[in-house]
């Protein structure tokens, strides 16, 4: 996929690190009111590579490695666990030969700026003109997400992401799919249950892997989660793409259905609990444990948990006004959108101190109220950020610390707090 070709790519820097050269001098900040990835800011140290220029070594170093990495496990490994292995490590090595062909340049960076009291590394790869990479990078930027809602304001962990996989990587990756099938077929039909009993899990397992195979082998990729918590509330919301979202409720529907008829814990659960925008849920209501007072301020008398699914779409959501929650996410995500960037983990620090000063351990409390104070000055700059941007040709991704998590390093180690904000 291009995400993981993109990944690999990165992570590229401990094989080409020695023939890199620093610039370790400080330079100016870069144009205020651009953005990061647009602004080209000089770093405080800068390592760069040509990979062209070594392609072919690290290519058979690569290649070298995967290869004694798969012969290693071939004597302990059922034939089928060894095709799957083979089959993974053909198209890892497939990946990672094409994505150091088709680059360009490596570089990686790091910048202290003072003056706004943050701190990022940079990891920029760019594709050789012309190339495959080269056209992938350029369609991410128009690439739409069906799940913008779901990222939501105050939330203490957010992540999205979009993507497309080239159409190598994806018939590649449904290979792997299809091995994986057949191995749990195999074992079905090892289980000492009725015929009828071993049709229906086989059928099951199929509708399974039908969906995952296609969702593969169209090669796109989107998602988006958030946390809220705060002392009074603990919600997770989630959405991600699948290619047949009807067939894979039906595979769910039937289980959760065992599940209620078999399992104590599952008698709270509602096949077909309602629809709202073309999507179908179901939910579970989990009891609070006697006594635990937490777990009653946190979710209430009791646990909610939805499943739903749209056409291509499934999405769960858990905690206090789980359903709620869930709704407006999929309203707000009613229009597909171009995201500002194609991918995006972020974490909010202020929250979650304030969460832990309440809800955690009696030991984690007095750091966790200290924290939260420290990061009052800095509210709304307390996040610490890792986004992937696209550039021509190319592909920043940027570990973004800001204010608040300076402060925080600069009230453990007085000398780093010199270092870090100059004073």
């Known amino acids: 996929m291009r995400r993981r070709r993109l990944a690999v790519a990165m992570c590229l820097a401990a094989i080409l690190g020695a023939a890199s050269w620093c ?36 290519v058979a170093k690569l290649q070298e490695g995967i290869q004694k990495e798969l012969a290693k496990h071939k004597s302990r490994d059922s034939d089928a666990d060894y095709a799957i292995r083979k089959q993974v490590a053909e198209n890892v090595q497939a990946a990672l030969t094409r994505t150091v062909r088709e680059l360009e340049d490596f570089a990686l960076g790091w910048k ?50 979009v993507g497309r996989a080239a159409a190598a990587d994806a018939a590649a990756s449904a290979k792997v799919v299809e091995l994986v099938r057949a191995k749990v077929v195999k074992h079905v039909d090892r289980e000492p249950i009725a015929d009828s009993e071993k049709a229906k899990h086989k059928e099951l397992v199929n509708k399974c892997f ?63 609990a309602g629809e709202f925008e073309g999507v179908r849920f179901h939910t579970l209501s989990l009891p609070a444990p006697g006594g635990d007072e937490k777990f009653v301020k946190l979710f209430g008398e009791s646990l909610e948990i939805v499943a739903g699914f749209g056409p291509q779409a499934a999405y769960l959501a858990a ?15 009613k229009a597909q959108a171009v995201p500002p960037t194609p991918f995006e983990v972020s974490l909010a620090l202020k929250p979650l101190a304030d969460f832990i000063a309440v809800m955690g351990k009696d030991h984690e409390k007095p750091i966790a109220r200290k924290a939260a104070s420290l990061l009052q000055g800095a509210q709304g700059k307390d996040h610490v950020r890792l986004v992937a941007e696209p550039i021509e040709r190319g592909m920043i991704l940027r570990l973004d610390a800001e204010e608040g998590l300076l402060q925080l390093i600069g009230a453990l180690n007085p000398q780093a707090k010199k270092f870090l904000l100059g004073k």
Request: no cysteine; charged share 25%; hydrophobic share 45%.
């Open 23 to 58: 610039d370790a001098a400080a330079k100016p900040k870069a144009a205020a009111g651009k953005k990061a990835a647009q602004a080209a800011p000089h770093y405080d140290v800068l390592y760069q590579v040509h990979v062209p220029t070594m392609a072919d070594a690290i």
């Open 112 to 161: 202290l700026d003072r003056q706004q009291k943050r701190s990022f590394v940079d990891v920029k790869v760019t594709a050789l003109p012309g190339s495959g990479l080269a056209r992938q990078f350029a369609e991410v930027k128009e690439l739409k997400t069906a799940f913008a809602g779901f990222v939501m304001p105050g939330a203490v962990l957010s992540a999205r992401g």
């Open 210 to 272: 039908d969906v995952v195979r296609d969702s593969v082998s169209s090669g796109r990729s989107d998602g988006a989660l958030s946390v809220v918590a705060k002392p009074d509330r603990l919600t997770l919301i989630a959405g991600g793409y699948t290619a047949d979202g009807a067939k894979l409720e039906s595979v769910v529907k039937p289980i959760a259905q065992w599940l209620k008829e078999h399992h104590p814990a599952f008698g709270g659960l509602k096949v077909d």
């Open 319 to 333: 905690g206090k006004d789980a359903m709620k929650a869930l709704k407006e996410a999929i309203q707000r995500s």
